[in-house]
Structure formats: structure tokens, C-alpha cells
């Protein structure tokens, strides 16, 4: 019987006469995710998160500071022989020694024939290295201003997207509180009104990366 009495109250609903504040109201959604964990996973999905844009800027810049390195190597092996000839005038005294026993017809042949007179191997390797700056690209390089261009596109698409989910998130909370309210009568409105200076304040956060709320929040 105790048990079964546990469960009833358990399972009784939450009606407007229970709530005196919309911080109470609102209260009922606090371990949903905050509007700026949704806008950041929106950025983080679709790549536009600010943190992307620095990041290539500063890819940008660093690259211009990187120099065009030309690689070369060339491989070469040859091999050659050298051939004389010679004119039966031409033939000196060793070489008409080494020969005493040919013929003229012979040494005709000779004379005329290609003597080998060397012989050659070559093989070379020859290599170099070549960094070439750009030093122009230092002070505003074509890629930085490509990012730039790029940027301006991404930025577009971020607002579009910060617009959208804050919309549909505020849209949701006041169906959530619809539901919780019903005829709640004063107490919906200001729940309303809440929402919709939560809403505005987010969407300003959108536009500013959350700036404006951390400036709200400062003391004087």
C-alpha cells in the first residue's frame, strides 16, 4: 500500500499553480544543454567556428615566410674509346719495330686501319639545392588574401547558422513551456518575456562571439 502511494506521487504532474517565478519555470529544462553549448556544437559541426578561421590565417602567413626549394641531381656514366689513324708517313720508329715482320701489304693494312689509343670510363653525380623567397609574400601574401576572401563567405554562413539554431532553440523551449504551463496566464507571459530576452541576448552573443554577455557580466 505504501508503495503504491510512493508511485502516485511520483507520477503527479507539474502544473502552473506550482511554480511563483519563471526562474522556476525555467528551472525545469536545466540539465538540457545552454544555448551557448548548442550554437557551439552548430559551429563545431559545420566548420565555422572562429578558431578555423584563425588557424588559416595563420597558416597563411606562416607559409609566405617558407621558401620555394628547387631540388636537382643528375646521374652520368659513360663509356669510350679513342681510334687513331695513321699514315704509312705517320708510323714511328717503335711502331715500325714492333712490326718488322709484316709485309708492305701489311703495314698498308696497318697504316690505315683504326688503332685503339685509349680507353675511358666517365661516372659523375652532380646535385644542388636552390631556396628561393618570396619576400613581397611576407607583407600580405596571395594565400592570406584567398583566406580573407573565403573568410568573408564563411563568416555569412556562420550568422545563417547562428540565426537558425538559436531560433529553433528558443521556438523549442517555448513549446517546452507550453506544455508545462498550459493557461498559466501571468506567470506564461513573463516566462515569455524571459525567453525572449534570452533569445535576443543569444543571437547578439552570435554576432559578437559571446562578447556581449561577458560584457553584461562584468561589476562595476
Known amino acids: 500500500m505504501n508503495l503504491i502511494f510512493a508511485l502516485s506521487l511520483a507520477a503527479q504532474p507539474v502544473y502552473a499553480a506550482d511554480f511563483n517565478s ?3 519555470v525555467l528551472s525545469q529544462f536545466k540539465d538540457e544543454p545552454s544555448i551557448a553549448a548548442v550554437q557551439g556544437m552548430a559551429l563545431d559541426y559545420s566548420k565555422t567556428d572562429p578558431k578555423y578561421l584563425d588557424a588559416w590565417m595563420k597558416a597563411a602567413k606562416s607559409a609566405a615566410a617558407l621558401p620555394s626549394v628547387t631540388l636537382y641531381y643528375n646521374y652520368k656514366n659513360s663509356y669510350g674509346t679513342d681510334y687513331g689513324y695513321y699514315t704509312p708517313e705517320e708510323i714511328s720508329d717503335d711502331v715500325a719495330a714492333d712490326n718488322e ?6 703495314a698498308s693494312d696497318l ?3 683504326p688503332f685503339e689509343t685509349a680507353k675511358g670510363i666517365d661516372i659523375y653525380h652532380v646535385g644542388s639545392v636552390r631556396a628561393t623567397w618570396q619576400l ?15 573568410a568573408q563567405d564563411i563568416v555569412k554562413l556562420r550568422d545563417k547558422v547562428m540565426e537558425e539554431v538559436t531560433r529553433l532553440y528558443f521556438e523549442r523551449r517555448r513549446l517546452q513551456v507550453d506544455q508545462l504551463l498550459g493557461n498559466g ?5 513573463k516566462v515569455s518575456d524571459e525567453l525572449r530576452l534570452a533569445e535576443l541576448t543569444a543571437q547578439l552573443d552570435a554576432y559578437t562571439g559571446g562578447r556581449f554577455s561577458r560584457e553584461l557580466n562584468k561589476k562595476p
Open 185 to 189: 496566464g501571468e506567470l506564461k507571459k
Open 136 to 150: 613581397d609574400e611576407l607583407v600580405m601574401s596571395s594565400n592570406e588574401i584567398r583566406v580573407i576572401n573565403e
Open 101 to 106: 715482320a709484316l709485309s708492305e701489304s701489311d
Open 22 to 24: 519563471p526562474e522556476e
Open 111 to 113: 697504316a690505315f686501319g
